[in-house]
């Protein structure tokens, strides 16, 4: 079969692979037809993830795809193996009936964001409904796509920050309602964070950057020694640095709750309701125009050159087989 094939530091091509055979009860082959590209699988690709195998074996790239069944049904699954081709092994308990209005496309792009950021919103950090949200790095895929989760599930407010400011007011046609633009100087944004926490207490931090920004949140939130409202901070990417320096007096003036959200992180009950009750229902909103994710599709024989372009501020690149 024709897939997207790849060495562990080396960009995925073009190219031959063996056709994978079920090999237990809980594989099921289908015919792919769409696949995104995530920073979760460059990261793998290149042998940066946490994730990444170490071994130099030729390998299909993707972790998630869209295809068919032998009867015609379209599914959403997780990869057993790549899915960046022409077959691929999924699980059937991590498998998904796709909605008729959702598309190829849009149902491959969406379930990662759906996972980045539900899972962060509903399990780690426990959103209720009323509760004030501040997602920090709202301007990617993920981002957008949480500003959408929160509204839905009642966030009385919703911050957002980002760099791009044509992307920020966007967001505020999303569902945000307070955006602040991360070019500006430390100081302004700590003002800016401070002003907003004060006239109504953040409740729920979903952290998409980490680095600098988190730093300068974590400025804003640090107390004076009296009685301070909790913050449930949840990371979820680095995208702005791996590292932060964070003082112990922060955490010692403050009531923050700070955990991470990824592989990893999320227990086994959360992982089997993300794919029996979130995605379904999330699909649902997508099926119905309340869930919009943006995209650009390339094809599965434009990998190589693809894999290496930059994607659009606020859209996922998805391959088509």
């Known amino acids: 079969m024709k897939a997207a094939i790849y060495t562990p530091g080396e960009v995925p091509k073009y190219g031959d692979f063996p056709e994978p055979t079920v090999q237990n009860e809980n594989q099921i082959l289908i015919t792919v037809k769409a696949a995104a590209v995530k920073n979760l699988d460059k990261g793998i690709v290149s042998g940066h993830h946490y994730s990444s195998s170490d071994h130099k074996q030729l390998k299909v790239a993707g972790m998630d795809g869209v295809g068919e ?15 960046i081709a022409e077959k691929a092994l999924i699980d059937k308990r991590r498998m998904i009936k796709i909605p008729a209005g959702v598309d190829d496309v ?11 950021a539900g ?29 959408q989760i929160a509204k839905h599930y009642g966030a009385k407010k919703i911050i957002v920050t980002g760099r791009n400011p044509d992307t920020l007011n966007h967001l505020l046609t999303l569902g945000a309602d307070d955006a ?3 070019k500006q100087d430390d100081e302004s944004i700590i003002h800016q964070i401070k002003e907003l926490h004060a006239a109504t207490p953040i409740d729920v ?32 990417g680095g995208m702005a640095g791996d590292k932060i320096q964070l003082s112990s007096g922060t ?8 955990m991470g959200s990824g592989l990893g992180s999320l227990p086994e009950a959360d992982m089997e309701k993300m794919f029996t009750q ?17 995209t650009v599709t390339a094809s599965i024989k434009d990998v190589e ?17």
């Open 69 to 83: 069944l032998a009867d015609g049904t379209r599914v959403y699954g997780l990869g057993i193996g790549g899915t």
């Open 106 to 116: 849009t149902a491959a792009a969406l379930p990662n964001a759906i996972m980045g």
């Open 119 to 147: 899972a962060a919103i509903c399990y780690r950090a426990g959103m209720k409904a009323g509760d004030v949200v501040l997602i920090n790095g709202a301007t990617g895929v993920t981002g957008m796509v949480a500003v």
């Open 180 to 182: 602040i633009w991360l």
């Open 205 to 236: 931090i979903i952290d998409y950057l980490w680095g600098h920004p988190a730093e300068l949140i974590f400025a804003a939130l640090t107390g004076k020694g009296g009685h301070s409202h909790q913050v449930r901070f949840v990371t979820v």
């Open 251 to 258: 955490l010692r003036s403050s009531d923050i709750q700070l």
């Open 278 to 294: 979130l995605i379904p229902e999330m699909f649902g909103l997508a099926a119905s125009g309340k869930l919009k994710i943006g």
């Open 305 to 321: 050159t693809t894999w290496k372009q930059d994607v659009p501020p606020g859209k996922r690149l998805v391959i088509l087989v």
